[in-house]
Protein backbone atom coordinates (compact mmCIF):
# COMPACT_ATOMS: atom_id res chain seq x y z
CA UNK A 1 0.00 0.00 0.00
CA UNK A 2 1.23 3.64 -0.93
CA UNK A 3 2.53 4.99 2.33
CA UNK A 4 2.13 9.14 2.52
CA UNK A 5 5.36 10.94 1.53
CA UNK A 6 7.21 12.79 3.64
CA UNK A 7 9.02 15.01 1.28
CA UNK A 8 6.50 17.63 1.37
CA UNK A 9 6.96 18.66 4.93
CA UNK A 10 5.15 17.69 8.32
CA UNK A 11 1.70 15.96 7.80
CA UNK A 12 -0.61 17.76 9.49
CA UNK A 13 -1.99 15.96 12.08
CA UNK A 14 -5.90 15.14 12.86
CA UNK A 15 -7.17 16.54 16.10
CA UNK A 16 -9.08 14.73 18.28
CA UNK A 17 -11.55 16.64 20.34
CA UNK A 18 -10.31 16.11 24.19
CA UNK A 19 -12.70 18.74 25.74
CA UNK A 20 -15.40 15.93 26.45
CA UNK A 21 -13.19 14.01 27.50
CA UNK A 22 -11.81 16.37 30.21
CA UNK A 23 -15.11 17.32 31.13
CA UNK A 24 -15.32 13.40 31.80
CA UNK A 25 -12.74 13.91 33.87
CA UNK A 26 -13.40 17.04 35.52
CA UNK A 27 -16.88 15.80 36.72
CA UNK A 28 -15.08 12.65 38.43
CA UNK A 29 -12.21 15.18 40.22
CA UNK A 30 -15.12 17.59 41.12
CA UNK A 31 -16.83 14.76 42.75
CA UNK A 32 -13.65 13.65 44.53
CA UNK A 33 -13.53 16.96 46.11
CA UNK A 34 -17.34 17.57 46.86
CA UNK A 35 -17.54 13.70 48.34
CA UNK A 36 -14.28 14.08 50.40
CA UNK A 37 -14.03 10.53 51.26
CA UNK A 38 -11.20 8.71 49.11
CA UNK A 39 -13.22 5.02 49.93
CA UNK A 40 -16.78 6.50 49.28
CA UNK A 41 -15.10 8.31 46.25
CA UNK A 42 -14.27 5.10 44.51
CA UNK A 43 -16.71 2.75 45.36
CA UNK A 44 -19.12 6.09 43.69
CA UNK A 45 -16.93 5.93 40.82
CA UNK A 46 -16.82 2.37 39.80
CA UNK A 47 -20.28 2.61 40.23
CA UNK A 48 -20.77 4.58 37.97
CA UNK A 49 -18.56 3.67 35.55
CA UNK A 50 -20.34 -0.03 35.66
CA UNK A 51 -23.47 1.91 34.84
CA UNK A 52 -22.62 3.77 32.28
CA UNK A 53 -20.73 0.56 30.47
CA UNK A 54 -24.04 -0.99 30.68
CA UNK A 55 -26.01 1.54 29.46
CA UNK A 56 -23.54 2.03 26.38
CA UNK A 57 -24.34 -1.51 25.66
CA UNK A 58 -27.59 -1.37 25.47
CA UNK A 59 -27.78 1.92 23.84
CA UNK A 60 -25.14 1.46 20.90
CA UNK A 61 -26.98 -0.38 18.46
CA UNK A 62 -29.74 2.61 18.41
CA UNK A 63 -27.45 5.15 17.96
CA UNK A 64 -26.09 3.71 14.92
CA UNK A 65 -29.59 2.18 13.69
CA UNK A 66 -30.91 5.93 14.27
CA UNK A 67 -27.34 7.25 12.37
CA UNK A 68 -27.86 4.86 9.57
CA UNK A 69 -31.19 4.92 8.55
CA UNK A 70 -32.93 7.73 10.75
CA UNK A 71 -35.22 5.42 12.14
CA UNK A 72 -36.62 5.98 15.68
CA UNK A 73 -37.28 3.23 17.44
CA UNK A 74 -39.00 3.49 20.76
CA UNK A 75 -39.06 -0.32 21.19
CA UNK A 76 -35.80 -0.64 21.49
CA UNK A 77 -36.35 -1.55 25.29
CA UNK A 78 -38.24 -4.38 24.30
CA UNK A 79 -34.86 -6.33 23.69
CA UNK A 80 -33.55 -5.20 26.79
CA UNK A 81 -36.44 -7.12 28.70
CA UNK A 82 -36.63 -10.04 26.36
CA UNK A 83 -32.57 -10.14 27.06
CA UNK A 84 -33.31 -9.80 30.46
CA UNK A 85 -35.94 -12.46 30.68
CA UNK A 86 -33.96 -14.83 28.77
CA UNK A 87 -31.50 -14.26 31.17
CA UNK A 88 -33.89 -15.34 34.41
CA UNK A 89 -34.68 -18.70 32.49
CA UNK A 90 -31.06 -19.45 31.70
CA UNK A 91 -29.73 -18.72 35.15
CA UNK A 92 -32.84 -21.05 36.63
CA UNK A 93 -31.81 -23.46 34.24
CA UNK A 94 -28.44 -22.94 35.10
CA UNK A 95 -28.85 -22.49 39.02
CA UNK A 96 -26.90 -25.72 40.42
CA UNK A 97 -23.72 -24.30 38.04
CA UNK A 98 -24.61 -20.96 39.17
CA UNK A 99 -24.75 -21.64 43.01
CA UNK A 100 -21.93 -23.83 42.92
CA UNK A 101 -18.67 -22.37 44.67
CA UNK A 102 -16.11 -22.85 41.47
CA UNK A 103 -15.42 -20.05 39.53
CA UNK A 104 -15.45 -22.32 36.36
CA UNK A 105 -18.44 -23.51 37.24
CA UNK A 106 -20.41 -19.84 37.80
CA UNK A 107 -19.06 -19.05 34.42
CA UNK A 108 -20.56 -22.22 33.30
CA UNK A 109 -23.80 -20.82 34.34
CA UNK A 110 -22.78 -17.30 33.06
CA UNK A 111 -21.85 -17.53 29.39
CA UNK A 112 -25.43 -19.68 28.53
CA UNK A 113 -27.04 -16.59 30.45
CA UNK A 114 -25.45 -14.08 28.40
CA UNK A 115 -25.25 -15.88 25.30
CA UNK A 116 -28.92 -17.01 25.28
CA UNK A 117 -29.89 -12.97 25.76
CA UNK A 118 -27.52 -12.08 22.79
CA UNK A 119 -29.68 -14.67 20.24
CA UNK A 120 -32.93 -14.55 21.26
CA UNK A 121 -32.88 -10.97 21.19
CA UNK A 122 -31.28 -10.53 17.98
CA UNK A 123 -33.54 -13.24 16.27
CA UNK A 124 -36.65 -10.97 17.59
CA UNK A 125 -34.81 -7.92 16.61
CA UNK A 126 -34.43 -9.33 13.18
CA UNK A 127 -38.28 -9.86 12.93
CA UNK A 128 -39.24 -6.98 14.60
CA UNK A 129 -37.11 -4.97 11.48
CA UNK A 130 -38.43 -7.15 8.95
CA UNK A 131 -42.37 -6.95 10.12
CA UNK A 132 -42.82 -3.53 12.16
CA UNK A 133 -39.64 -1.50 10.72
CA UNK A 134 -39.57 -2.06 7.14
CA UNK A 135 -42.72 -0.55 6.55
CA UNK A 136 -42.00 2.99 7.72
CA UNK A 137 -38.81 3.57 6.36
CA UNK A 138 -38.34 7.04 6.06
CA UNK A 139 -42.02 8.23 8.05
CA UNK A 140 -40.81 9.32 11.43
CA UNK A 141 -44.26 9.71 12.93
CA UNK A 142 -45.40 6.31 12.09
CA UNK A 143 -42.12 4.65 13.40
CA UNK A 144 -43.07 6.29 16.88
CA UNK A 145 -46.25 4.96 16.69
CA UNK A 146 -45.48 1.67 15.53
CA UNK A 147 -42.82 1.18 17.25
CA UNK A 148 -44.09 2.28 21.00
CA UNK A 149 -47.51 -0.02 20.03
CA UNK A 150 -44.87 -2.95 19.01
CA UNK A 151 -43.52 -2.19 22.86
CA UNK A 152 -46.77 -2.28 24.19
CA UNK A 153 -48.20 -5.48 22.59
CA UNK A 154 -44.79 -7.17 23.69
CA UNK A 155 -44.69 -5.78 27.09
CA UNK A 156 -47.94 -7.69 27.21
CA UNK A 157 -46.99 -11.33 25.56
CA UNK A 158 -43.68 -11.11 28.41
CA UNK A 159 -46.66 -11.51 31.17
CA UNK A 160 -48.13 -14.16 29.44
CA UNK A 161 -45.03 -15.98 29.05
CA UNK A 162 -43.04 -14.75 32.62
CA UNK A 163 -46.06 -13.50 34.87
CA UNK A 164 -46.68 -10.13 35.86
CA UNK A 165 -44.47 -10.82 39.02
CA UNK A 166 -40.86 -9.52 39.96
CA UNK A 167 -38.69 -12.36 38.86
CA UNK A 168 -34.95 -12.78 40.87
CA UNK A 169 -32.22 -12.76 38.66
CA UNK A 170 -29.37 -14.01 40.80
CA UNK A 171 -25.85 -13.58 39.87
CA UNK A 172 -23.66 -16.30 40.32
CA UNK A 173 -22.31 -17.05 43.56
CA UNK A 174 -18.58 -15.92 43.11
CA UNK A 175 -19.42 -12.48 41.42
CA UNK A 176 -22.37 -11.73 44.35
CA UNK A 177 -20.63 -9.58 47.21
CA UNK A 178 -17.79 -6.83 47.47
CA UNK A 179 -14.18 -7.47 47.99
CA UNK A 180 -11.79 -4.95 50.21
CA UNK A 181 -8.99 -3.21 49.00
CA UNK A 182 -8.02 -1.17 52.03
CA UNK A 183 -11.21 0.07 53.00
CA UNK A 184 -12.78 0.57 49.30
CA UNK A 185 -15.67 -1.81 48.64
CA UNK A 186 -15.63 -3.12 45.08
CA UNK A 187 -18.83 -5.08 44.05
CA UNK A 188 -17.50 -7.85 42.46
CA UNK A 189 -20.20 -7.76 39.64
CA UNK A 190 -19.33 -4.23 38.90
CA UNK A 191 -16.06 -5.06 37.50
CA UNK A 192 -17.85 -7.75 35.89
CA UNK A 193 -19.83 -4.95 33.81
CA UNK A 194 -16.92 -3.10 33.48
CA UNK A 195 -14.83 -6.01 31.75
CA UNK A 196 -17.73 -6.81 29.33
CA UNK A 197 -18.77 -2.52 28.81
CA UNK A 198 -15.51 -2.45 27.65
CA UNK A 199 -14.75 -5.43 25.50
CA UNK A 200 -17.85 -4.26 23.57
CA UNK A 201 -16.96 -1.25 23.24
CA UNK A 202 -13.42 -2.04 22.12
CA UNK A 203 -15.01 -4.89 19.48
CA UNK A 204 -17.13 -1.90 18.00
CA UNK A 205 -14.13 0.26 18.00
CA UNK A 206 -12.06 -2.56 16.09
CA UNK A 207 -14.92 -3.21 13.56
CA UNK A 208 -16.00 0.39 13.05
CA UNK A 209 -12.37 1.65 12.22
CA UNK A 210 -10.72 -1.40 11.11
CA UNK A 211 -13.05 -3.24 8.80
CA UNK A 212 -14.76 -2.51 5.54
CA UNK A 213 -18.13 -3.14 7.20
CA UNK A 214 -17.56 -0.73 9.44
CA UNK A 215 -16.38 2.19 7.03
CA UNK A 216 -19.63 1.47 5.42
CA UNK A 217 -21.33 2.04 8.92
CA UNK A 218 -19.66 5.03 9.45
CA UNK A 219 -19.83 6.70 5.82
CA UNK A 220 -24.27 5.67 6.52
CA UNK A 221 -24.14 7.36 8.93
CA UNK A 222 -22.88 10.62 7.51
CA UNK A 223 -24.40 9.89 3.58
CA UNK A 224 -26.68 6.87 3.09
CA UNK A 225 -27.25 8.14 -0.64
CA UNK A 226 -23.40 8.82 -1.04
CA UNK A 227 -22.75 5.25 0.04
CA UNK A 228 -25.69 3.69 -2.07
CA UNK A 229 -24.53 5.75 -5.69
CA UNK A 230 -21.18 4.17 -4.47
CA UNK A 231 -22.88 0.52 -5.44
CA UNK A 232 -23.54 -0.83 -2.03
CA UNK A 233 -26.94 -1.49 -0.55
CA UNK A 234 -27.03 0.11 2.77
CA UNK A 235 -30.91 -1.39 3.91
CA UNK A 236 -28.90 -4.67 4.08
CA UNK A 237 -26.26 -3.23 6.11
CA UNK A 238 -29.04 -1.50 8.40
CA UNK A 239 -30.76 -5.25 9.28
CA UNK A 240 -27.35 -6.43 10.42
CA UNK A 241 -26.88 -3.22 12.49
CA UNK A 242 -30.43 -3.46 13.58
CA UNK A 243 -30.20 -7.31 14.73
CA UNK A 244 -26.30 -6.72 16.26
CA UNK A 245 -28.00 -3.76 18.06
CA UNK A 246 -31.03 -5.76 19.60
CA UNK A 247 -28.57 -8.49 20.67
CA UNK A 248 -26.11 -6.36 22.18
CA UNK A 249 -29.95 -4.59 23.71
CA UNK A 250 -30.34 -7.98 24.85
CA UNK A 251 -26.73 -8.53 26.73
CA UNK A 252 -27.22 -5.39 28.19
CA UNK A 253 -30.81 -6.53 29.92
CA UNK A 254 -29.37 -9.47 31.04
CA UNK A 255 -26.18 -7.42 32.69
CA UNK A 256 -28.85 -5.30 34.24
CA UNK A 257 -31.18 -7.70 35.70
CA UNK A 258 -27.82 -9.05 37.26
CA UNK A 259 -27.24 -5.75 38.46
CA UNK A 260 -30.33 -5.28 39.89
CA UNK A 261 -30.65 -8.95 41.03
CA UNK A 262 -34.62 -8.54 39.67
CA UNK A 263 -36.38 -8.25 36.74
CA UNK A 264 -39.99 -6.69 36.08
CA UNK A 265 -41.28 -6.17 32.54
CA UNK A 266 -40.70 -2.60 32.71
CA UNK A 267 -36.86 -2.77 32.77
CA UNK A 268 -36.56 -2.14 29.63
CA UNK A 269 -39.28 1.65 29.18
CA UNK A 270 -37.50 2.25 32.47
CA UNK A 271 -33.54 2.42 30.52
CA UNK A 272 -34.98 3.80 27.60
CA UNK A 273 -34.94 7.36 29.59
CA UNK A 274 -31.40 7.00 30.02
CA UNK A 275 -30.46 5.07 26.97
CA UNK A 276 -32.43 8.47 24.82
CA UNK A 277 -30.29 10.84 27.35
CA UNK A 278 -26.87 9.17 26.16
CA UNK A 279 -27.40 8.83 22.58
CA UNK A 280 -28.86 12.56 22.35
CA UNK A 281 -26.00 14.11 24.83
CA UNK A 282 -23.10 11.55 22.79
CA UNK A 283 -24.34 12.88 19.13
CA UNK A 284 -26.97 10.98 17.16
CA UNK A 285 -25.02 8.07 15.34
CA UNK A 286 -21.38 8.62 17.16
CA UNK A 287 -20.18 5.55 18.84
CA UNK A 288 -17.14 7.13 20.61
CA UNK A 289 -19.74 10.05 22.01
CA UNK A 290 -22.31 7.54 23.08
CA UNK A 291 -19.46 5.70 24.79
CA UNK A 292 -18.12 9.45 26.74
CA UNK A 293 -22.14 10.35 27.07
CA UNK A 294 -23.08 7.18 29.14
CA UNK A 295 -20.07 7.43 31.16
CA UNK A 296 -21.35 10.52 31.95
CA UNK A 297 -24.55 9.92 32.59
CA UNK A 298 -23.30 6.79 34.75
CA UNK A 299 -21.36 9.14 37.06
CA UNK A 300 -23.39 11.87 37.07
CA UNK A 301 -26.34 9.37 38.38
CA UNK A 302 -24.21 8.05 40.88
CA UNK A 303 -22.44 11.30 42.78
CA UNK A 304 -25.62 13.35 42.22
CA UNK A 305 -27.47 10.08 43.96
CA UNK A 306 -24.76 10.39 46.88
CA UNK A 307 -24.35 14.36 47.56
CA UNK A 308 -28.35 14.71 46.84
CA UNK A 309 -30.89 12.07 46.67
CA UNK A 310 -33.14 14.48 46.09
CA UNK A 311 -31.94 15.95 42.99
CA UNK A 312 -30.89 12.17 41.40
CA UNK A 313 -33.80 12.03 39.48
CA UNK A 314 -33.85 15.31 37.31
CA UNK A 315 -30.04 15.17 37.14
CA UNK A 316 -29.18 13.37 34.06
CA UNK A 317 -32.23 15.68 32.30
CA UNK A 318 -29.92 18.32 33.90
CA UNK A 319 -27.03 17.45 32.39
CA UNK A 320 -28.59 16.64 28.77
CA UNK A 321 -29.57 20.54 28.97
CA UNK A 322 -26.34 21.70 30.18
CA UNK A 323 -24.75 19.74 27.01
CA UNK A 324 -27.55 20.85 24.28
CA UNK A 325 -27.31 24.07 25.60
CA UNK A 326 -23.27 24.22 24.71
CA UNK A 327 -23.35 21.50 21.77
CA UNK A 328 -26.45 21.34 20.50
CA UNK A 329 -25.54 18.66 18.17
CA UNK A 330 -23.90 16.57 21.46
CA UNK A 331 -20.51 16.10 22.14
CA UNK A 332 -19.49 14.24 18.91
CA UNK A 333 -21.68 15.73 16.27
CA UNK A 334 -21.61 13.21 12.88
CA UNK A 335 -21.46 15.45 9.96
CA UNK A 336 -24.35 13.87 8.53
CA UNK A 337 -25.64 14.80 4.62
CA UNK B 1 -20.55 9.43 -33.76
CA UNK B 2 -20.59 6.49 -31.95
CA UNK B 3 -23.34 4.39 -30.63
CA UNK B 4 -24.67 5.54 -26.99
CA UNK B 5 -23.78 3.82 -23.90
CA UNK B 6 -26.34 5.65 -22.24
CA UNK B 7 -30.19 6.48 -23.64
CA UNK B 8 -32.86 8.65 -21.81
CA UNK B 9 -36.07 8.65 -23.86
CA UNK B 10 -38.87 10.93 -22.83
CA UNK B 11 -37.70 10.58 -19.25
CA UNK B 12 -39.82 12.90 -16.66
CA UNK B 13 -39.26 13.14 -13.02
CA UNK B 14 -41.37 14.67 -10.35
CA UNK B 15 -39.81 16.01 -6.91
CA UNK B 16 -42.70 16.08 -4.76
CA UNK B 17 -45.44 18.65 -6.71
CA UNK B 18 -43.12 19.92 -8.72
CA UNK B 19 -42.51 18.53 -12.88
CA UNK B 20 -38.71 18.93 -13.01
CA UNK B 21 -37.76 16.77 -16.14
CA UNK B 22 -40.72 17.09 -18.39
CA UNK B 23 -39.14 14.54 -21.25
CA UNK B 24 -35.54 14.20 -21.34
CA UNK B 25 -34.29 12.95 -24.50
CA UNK B 26 -30.89 12.16 -24.95
CA UNK B 27 -28.36 9.85 -25.94
CA UNK B 28 -24.40 9.78 -24.71
CA UNK B 29 -22.10 8.34 -26.95
CA UNK B 30 -19.75 5.64 -26.05
CA UNK B 31 -15.99 6.92 -24.82
CA UNK B 32 -17.06 10.77 -25.47
CA UNK B 33 -17.63 13.43 -23.00
CA UNK B 34 -20.65 14.77 -23.27
CA UNK B 35 -21.21 18.16 -21.36
CA UNK B 36 -24.92 19.17 -19.72
CA UNK B 37 -25.12 22.78 -20.10
CA UNK B 38 -28.08 25.03 -19.48
CA UNK B 39 -29.64 27.71 -17.01
CA UNK B 40 -29.89 27.17 -13.16
CA UNK B 41 -33.04 25.50 -12.52
CA UNK B 42 -33.09 23.67 -16.13
CA UNK B 43 -32.91 20.50 -14.86
CA UNK B 44 -29.95 19.16 -15.51
CA UNK B 45 -28.52 18.19 -11.62
CA UNK B 46 -32.30 16.28 -11.93
CA UNK B 47 -31.36 14.28 -14.68
CA UNK B 48 -27.82 13.24 -13.48
CA UNK B 49 -29.68 11.91 -10.11
CA UNK B 50 -32.44 10.23 -12.24
CA UNK B 51 -29.70 8.14 -14.57
CA UNK B 52 -28.74 6.87 -11.03
CA UNK B 53 -31.70 6.29 -9.73
CA UNK B 54 -31.69 8.64 -6.59
CA UNK B 55 -34.63 9.98 -7.86
CA UNK B 56 -37.18 7.83 -10.06
CA UNK B 57 -38.25 8.48 -13.31
CA UNK B 58 -42.36 8.66 -13.15
CA UNK B 59 -42.30 7.64 -16.90
CA UNK B 60 -39.95 7.34 -19.75
CA UNK B 61 -36.93 5.44 -20.42
CA UNK B 62 -33.15 4.84 -19.44
CA UNK B 63 -31.04 2.44 -20.91
CA UNK B 64 -27.59 1.99 -20.27
CA UNK B 65 -25.23 -0.83 -21.44
CA UNK B 66 -28.41 -2.21 -23.52
CA UNK B 67 -30.27 -2.61 -20.06
CA UNK B 68 -33.38 -0.99 -18.89
CA UNK B 69 -32.46 0.94 -15.63
CA UNK B 70 -34.76 3.60 -15.04
CA UNK B 71 -36.54 0.70 -12.26
CA UNK B 72 -33.43 -0.28 -11.22
CA UNK B 73 -32.25 0.66 -7.34
CA UNK B 74 -29.52 2.88 -6.98
CA UNK B 75 -26.65 -0.07 -5.64
CA UNK B 76 -27.80 -2.14 -8.70
CA UNK B 77 -27.35 0.88 -11.38
CA UNK B 78 -23.79 1.55 -9.45
CA UNK B 79 -22.75 -1.52 -9.59
CA UNK B 80 -23.11 -1.94 -13.11
CA UNK B 81 -20.27 0.78 -13.77
CA UNK B 82 -21.59 4.42 -12.87
CA UNK B 83 -19.66 6.27 -10.58
CA UNK B 84 -21.15 9.86 -9.63
CA UNK B 85 -19.98 12.90 -8.52
CA UNK B 86 -22.12 15.09 -6.63
CA UNK B 87 -22.13 18.95 -6.69
CA UNK B 88 -21.89 18.57 -2.64
CA UNK B 89 -18.74 16.34 -3.96
CA UNK B 90 -20.29 13.71 -1.41
CA UNK B 91 -16.90 13.16 0.57
CA UNK B 92 -17.44 11.27 4.17
CA UNK B 93 -15.93 13.91 6.03
CA UNK B 94 -15.24 11.67 9.49
CA UNK B 95 -13.39 8.85 7.04
CA UNK B 96 -9.40 9.40 6.23
CA UNK B 97 -8.90 10.32 2.16
CA UNK B 98 -7.82 6.33 2.24
CA UNK B 99 -10.83 5.25 3.17
CA UNK B 100 -13.20 7.52 1.33
CA UNK B 101 -10.99 5.96 -1.77
CA UNK B 102 -11.26 2.37 -0.36
CA UNK B 103 -14.93 2.50 -0.36
CA UNK B 104 -14.94 3.61 -4.01
CA UNK B 105 -12.66 0.93 -4.75
CA UNK B 106 -15.97 -1.41 -4.14
CA UNK B 107 -14.79 -5.15 -4.16
CA UNK B 108 -10.83 -4.95 -4.81
CA UNK B 109 -7.92 -3.83 -3.35
CA UNK B 110 -6.66 -0.51 -4.11
CA UNK B 111 -5.02 -0.35 -7.47
CA UNK B 112 -1.30 0.44 -6.79
CA UNK B 113 -0.96 1.93 -10.50
CA UNK B 114 -4.48 3.91 -10.30
CA UNK B 115 -3.48 5.51 -7.17
CA UNK B 116 -0.32 6.58 -7.95
CA UNK B 117 -1.99 8.13 -10.72
CA UNK B 118 -4.40 9.87 -8.81
CA UNK B 119 -1.45 11.16 -6.67
CA UNK B 120 0.19 12.25 -10.03
CA UNK B 121 -2.76 14.65 -10.46
CA UNK B 122 -3.72 15.43 -6.61
CA UNK B 123 -0.80 15.39 -4.44
CA UNK B 124 -2.64 16.82 -1.92
CA UNK B 125 -4.15 13.67 -1.16
CA UNK B 126 -1.18 11.61 -1.13
CA UNK B 127 -0.05 14.07 1.49
CA UNK B 128 -3.88 14.31 3.78
CA UNK B 129 -3.92 10.41 2.89
CA UNK B 130 -4.67 9.71 6.52
CA UNK B 131 -6.24 12.93 7.91
CA UNK B 132 -10.04 12.81 8.31
CA UNK B 133 -11.60 13.97 4.87
CA UNK B 134 -13.91 16.93 6.38
CA UNK B 135 -10.22 18.60 7.01
CA UNK B 136 -9.47 18.75 3.25
CA UNK B 137 -10.03 22.65 2.17
CA UNK B 138 -12.60 23.15 -1.03
CA UNK B 139 -10.14 21.83 -3.43
CA UNK B 140 -8.89 18.89 -2.00
CA UNK B 141 -12.39 17.78 -1.22
CA UNK B 142 -13.23 17.83 -4.98
CA UNK B 143 -10.16 16.34 -5.81
CA UNK B 144 -11.08 13.57 -3.76
CA UNK B 145 -14.27 13.31 -5.20
CA UNK B 146 -13.00 13.19 -8.63
CA UNK B 147 -10.32 10.77 -7.06
CA UNK B 148 -13.42 8.39 -5.92
CA UNK B 149 -14.49 8.01 -9.65
CA UNK B 150 -10.92 7.37 -10.80
CA UNK B 151 -9.96 4.67 -8.67
CA UNK B 152 -11.36 1.85 -10.49
CA UNK B 153 -12.18 1.85 -14.09
CA UNK B 154 -16.03 2.73 -14.75
CA UNK B 155 -18.40 2.48 -17.83
CA UNK B 156 -19.97 5.71 -17.20
CA UNK B 157 -18.78 8.75 -15.06
CA UNK B 158 -21.62 11.37 -14.22
CA UNK B 159 -20.27 14.60 -12.46
CA UNK B 160 -22.06 17.69 -11.29
CA UNK B 161 -20.44 21.40 -11.66
CA UNK B 162 -16.37 20.04 -10.29
CA UNK B 163 -15.40 23.29 -10.92
CA UNK B 164 -17.72 25.32 -8.84
CA UNK B 165 -16.09 27.31 -6.20
CA UNK B 166 -12.65 26.58 -7.09
CA UNK B 167 -9.87 28.62 -7.77
CA UNK B 168 -8.42 28.46 -11.36
CA UNK B 169 -5.13 27.16 -10.74
CA UNK B 170 -7.19 23.77 -8.97
CA UNK B 171 -9.61 24.20 -11.66
CA UNK B 172 -6.28 23.64 -14.17
CA UNK B 173 -5.64 20.43 -12.53
CA UNK B 174 -8.80 18.97 -12.56
CA UNK B 175 -9.21 19.50 -16.16
CA UNK B 176 -5.85 17.83 -16.61
CA UNK B 177 -7.47 14.85 -14.35
CA UNK B 178 -10.49 14.88 -16.43
CA UNK B 179 -8.58 14.57 -19.85
CA UNK B 180 -6.68 11.96 -18.54
CA UNK B 181 -10.17 9.75 -17.72
CA UNK B 182 -11.17 10.85 -21.19
CA UNK B 183 -8.58 9.11 -22.30
CA UNK B 184 -8.97 5.34 -20.65
CA UNK B 185 -11.79 5.50 -22.95
CA UNK B 186 -14.19 6.16 -19.81
CA UNK B 187 -17.98 7.82 -20.67
CA UNK B 188 -18.63 11.48 -19.17
CA UNK B 189 -22.17 13.18 -19.03
CA UNK B 190 -20.71 16.36 -17.08
CA UNK B 191 -22.54 18.94 -15.81
CA UNK B 192 -20.59 22.83 -15.68
CA UNK B 193 -21.43 25.96 -15.48
CA UNK B 194 -17.41 27.01 -16.31
CA UNK B 195 -16.96 27.18 -19.94
CA UNK B 196 -13.31 27.34 -20.23
CA UNK B 197 -13.98 23.88 -18.63
CA UNK B 198 -16.58 22.67 -20.95
CA UNK B 199 -15.04 24.06 -24.10
CA UNK B 200 -11.61 22.25 -22.93
CA UNK B 201 -13.43 18.80 -22.29
CA UNK B 202 -16.67 18.15 -24.24
CA UNK B 203 -16.50 16.46 -27.39
CA UNK B 204 -20.29 16.74 -27.26
CA UNK B 205 -22.77 19.22 -25.74
CA UNK B 206 -26.80 19.14 -24.52
CA UNK B 207 -28.55 21.91 -23.40
CA UNK B 208 -31.20 21.63 -21.01
CA UNK B 209 -34.45 24.27 -20.78
CA UNK B 210 -37.49 23.94 -18.52
CA UNK B 211 -36.68 20.18 -18.20
CA UNK B 212 -36.04 19.47 -21.49
CA UNK B 213 -33.30 19.10 -24.12
CA UNK B 214 -33.56 21.87 -26.43
CA UNK B 215 -30.14 21.35 -28.10
CA UNK B 216 -27.63 18.32 -28.95
CA UNK B 217 -24.36 18.90 -31.06
CA UNK B 218 -20.77 19.12 -30.88
CA UNK B 219 -19.17 21.21 -28.21
CA UNK B 220 -16.77 22.96 -30.69
CA UNK B 221 -19.75 23.97 -32.61
CA UNK B 222 -21.53 25.62 -29.69
CA UNK B 223 -18.20 27.16 -28.69
CA UNK B 224 -17.56 29.13 -31.83
CA UNK B 225 -21.09 30.22 -32.30
CA UNK B 226 -21.88 33.00 -30.00
CA UNK B 227 -25.40 33.36 -31.33
CA UNK B 228 -26.77 30.13 -30.60
CA UNK B 229 -24.92 30.72 -26.96
CA UNK B 230 -27.08 33.86 -26.20
CA UNK B 231 -29.96 31.76 -28.11
CA UNK B 232 -29.73 28.51 -25.91
CA UNK B 233 -28.02 29.94 -22.71
CA UNK B 234 -28.87 33.64 -22.56
CA UNK B 235 -25.67 34.85 -22.83
CA UNK B 236 -22.35 34.56 -24.18
CA UNK B 237 -20.27 31.76 -22.94
CA UNK B 238 -17.32 33.74 -23.21
CA UNK B 239 -18.49 36.23 -20.78
CA UNK B 240 -19.35 33.53 -18.17
CA UNK B 241 -15.53 32.30 -18.07
Request: aromatic letters at 8%.
Given at each position: ???????????????????????????????????????????????????????????????????????????????????????????????????????????????????????????????????????????????????????????????????PDLLPLPRPETLRGSFLVGDVAIEK????????????????????????????????????????????????????????????????????????????????????????????????????????????????????????????????????????????????????? | ???????????????????????????????????????????????????????????????????????????????????????????????????????????????????ENVFRFFPALRKFWFLPAGLLSGGQ?????????????????????????????????????????????????????????????????????????????????????????????????????
Amino acid sequence: MTQPSDDQGPLPQARIDTIPLLILAGVVIVAFFLIGSASTWVTLTIAGVAMGLLIFIMASGLTLVFGLMDVMNFAHGLFIAIGAYVGVSTMKAFSSAAGSESFLENLGALAPTLLGAVVVAGLIGAFFERVIIRPVYGQHLKQILITTGGMIVAEQLIHVIWGPDLLPLPRPETLRGSFLVGDVAIEKFRLVAVVVGLSVFAAMMLVLNRTKIGLLIRAGVENKEMVEAMGYRVRRLFVWVFIVGSALAGLGGALWGMYQENVTVHIGAQMMVLIFIVIIIGGLGSVGGCFVGALLVGLVANYVGYLSPKVALGSNILLMMIVLFWRPQGLYPVNRQ
Amino acid sequence: MPEPLLTLAGVHTHIGQYHILQGVDLAVPRGELTMLLGRNGAGKTTALRTILGLWKASSGSIRFDQAEIAARETPDIASMGIAYVPETMGIFAGLSVKDNLVLAARESALDEARLENVFRFFPALRKFWFLPAGLLSGGQKQMLSISRAMIEPRKLVLIDEPTKGLAPAIINNLIEALKELKQTDTTILMVEQNFHAARSLGDGVAVMDSGRIVHTGRMADLAADEALQTRLLGLSLDVHQ
